[in-house]
C-alpha cells in the first residue's frame, strides 16, 4: 500500500509558478505510476498529468500542455508537478494519486490518493 501527503500550495498572480510535492510513504513506491488531478468548486475532477514507473514516459492534459511539468525522484518517493504560466482556470484542489504499474487517465484508475493541496490563482 501507499499513503500520499501532497503539499506546496498557496495563492499566487496570474502568471506566476508553483512546485507542488507528493511525498510517499510505503516500500513498494517504484511500482506505481503516479499521477496529478484537479477538481475546482462545482466541477468533476480532472486529469492534470501521469508519470510512469521509471519516469519515462508521461502525460498531459491539453489545458496544462507546455506549462505544467510532472516529474518524480523514486529515490526520495516523491512526485512533483512544477506549474508555470498559472491562470486563473487553474484554480483547484490538486490531488496525487497513485496506481500500479502503469499511468492511466481516468482517477477511477487510481489505487490511492493523498487529501489534496488548495492552488489558487488570482487575476
Known amino acids: 500500500q501507499v499513503q500520499l501527503v501532497e503539499s506546496g500550495g498557496g495563492l499566487v498572480q496570474a502568471g506566476g509558478s508553483l512546485r507542488l510535492s507528493c511525498a510517499a510513504s510505503g516500500r513498494t513506491f517504484n511500482n506505481y505510476a503516479m499521477g496529478w488531478f484537479r477538481q475546482a468548486p462545482g466541477k468533476e475532477r480532472e486529469f492534470v498529468a501521469a508519470?510512469?514507473?521509471?519516469?519515462?514516459?508521461?502525460n498531459y492534459a491539453d489545458s496544462v500542455k507546455g506549462r505544467f511539468t510532472i516529474s518524480r525522484d523514486n529515490a526520495k518517493n516523491t512526485v512533483y508537478l512544477q506549474m508555470n504560466s498559472l491562470k486563473p482556470e487553474d484554480t483547484a484542489v490538486y490531488y496525487c494519486?497513485?496506481?500500479?504499474?502503469?499511468?492511466?487517465?481516468?482517477?477511477?484508475?487510481?489505487?490511492?490518493w493523498g487529501q489534496g493541496t488548495q492552488v489558487t490563482v488570482s487575476s
Open positions: 508519470i510512469s514507473v521509471s519516469g519515462g514516459r508521461n
Open positions: 494519486a497513485a496506481r500500479k504499474l502503469v499511468p492511466a487517465t481516468a482517477p477511477t484508475a487510481y489505487d490511492y
